[in-house]
């Protein structure tokens, strides 16, 4: 399934300074039932938004109409614990197209490049400006440049570049999943294959 195209991102950001953030606070487990990726943005940090009751949890970040923007700012090890991707799926859905944290977990990390959602791993030192700048200013921007590898506060000027792998990147740039990644290269592989019955 294709996704949005991702080249320069700037956006304000929503900060949630919280270390090990785990899958199932992401998305819980009685929300995996569905097999489409659809309206999982709706339980997003399900358990945290929302009462039991299901009105709104006045002191979270998600309810607190003070922050907004494409971009989510996740303490250290941000998308641990189990490996579903769902919950890549509900970050996507709800409409943040890049997480920052210092630190990602692995498959979490994997599940968003997937899917169309850019995991920038920044240095703790970054990361804790970004949380200052963001405290100082909600509307504060970020910039994240793909084609560049770069996450720079646009206020400050401060900036700071991030790894990712090539075949990853390229997919994004253009909007691919596996899938159309192969079906862009179909015609070499026909012609590879052909060339093997010879």
């Known amino acids: 399934m294709a996704y949005d195209k991702f080249n320069i991102l700037t956006s304000s950001a929503v900060p949630l300074p ?19 990726r659809e309206a999982f943005g709706d339980n997003l940090f399900r358990d945290w938004r929302y009462n039991g009751d299901n009105t709104p949890k006045v002191d979270f970040v998600l309810n607190d109409a003070t922050y907004s923007g494409k971009i989510l700012v996740g303490g250290k090890n941000f998308g641990s614990g189990s490996s579903r991707e769902h919950a890549a799926w509900a970050v996507y859905d709800y409409g943040f197209r890049a997480v920052v944290s210092s630190f990602f977990a692995d498959i979490f990390k994997g599940n968003c490049l997937n899917i169309g959602v850019l995991p920038v791993q920044v240095s703790p030192e970054f990361a804790d400006k970004i949380f200052k700048a963001i405290e100082a200013d909600p509307k504060t921007e ?12 646009k206020a400050t000027g401060d900036k700071e570049s991030f790894d990712i792998s090539g075949y990853k990147k390229d997919n994004m740039v253009n909007g691919f999943d596996d899938i159309d990644y192969l079906q862009n290269i179909k015609e070499e592989i026909v012609t590879f294959a052909d060339k093997q019955l010879i």
């Open 142 to 153: 970020l910039e994240i440049n793909l084609p560049e590898q770069t996450i720079t506060l």
């Open 18 to 36: 919280i270390e090990n953030v785990d899958t199932d606070q992401i998305i819980p487990a009685r929300f995996l039932k569905a097999t489409k």
